[in-house]
Nanobody, 127 residues
Framework: QLQLVESGGGLVQPGGSLRLSCAAS????????IGWFRQAPGKEREGVSC????????YYADSVKGRFTISRDNAKNTVYLQMNSLKPEETAVYYC????????????????????WGQGTQVTVSS
């Protein structure tokens, strides 16, 4: 059974950092584009950052460029999202998703074609 499990969320002060993890089981992440998305209460889901399955190319939303870094460790079957200089408006539930066929940009803009989502991890940025 294909499963994605996010972890690493929590409460952080503005300007602080968190590293989220997305661990896969039941399948090998090597062959999937992976994306991080977030959804705040009353807002639409937003693609934050995505990484390709093949060449490691990445995509970032303009709002996080220079502050967030996505990476993958295929040996651990895990994708990470390092988030620095966090802002209160980035408080949301963060989800990871996988897709075997999307390009990096399509993944972040349209989301996964298949319904492979984790359960989410809450990130709260507040003083």
């Amino acid at each position: 059974q294909l499963q994605l499990v996010e972890s690493g969320g929590g409460l952080v002060q503005p300007g602080g950092s968190l590293r989220l993890s997305c661990a896969a089981s039941g399948f090998t992440l090597d062959y999937y584009a992976i994306g991080w998305f977030r959804q705040a209460p009353g807002k639409e889901r937003e693609g934050v950052s995505c990484i390709s399955s093949s060449d490691g190319s990445t995509y970032y939303a303009d709002s996080v460029k220079g502050r967030f870094t996505i990476s993958r460790d295929n040996a651990k079957n895990t994708v990470y999202l390092q988030m620095n200089s966090l802002k209160p408006e980035e408080t949301a539930v963060y989800y990871c998703a996988a897709d075997p066929s999307r390009t990096v940009q399509a993944m972040c803009i349209m989301g996964p074609k298949y319904d492979y989502w984790g359960q989410g991890t809450q990130v709260t940025v507040s003083s």
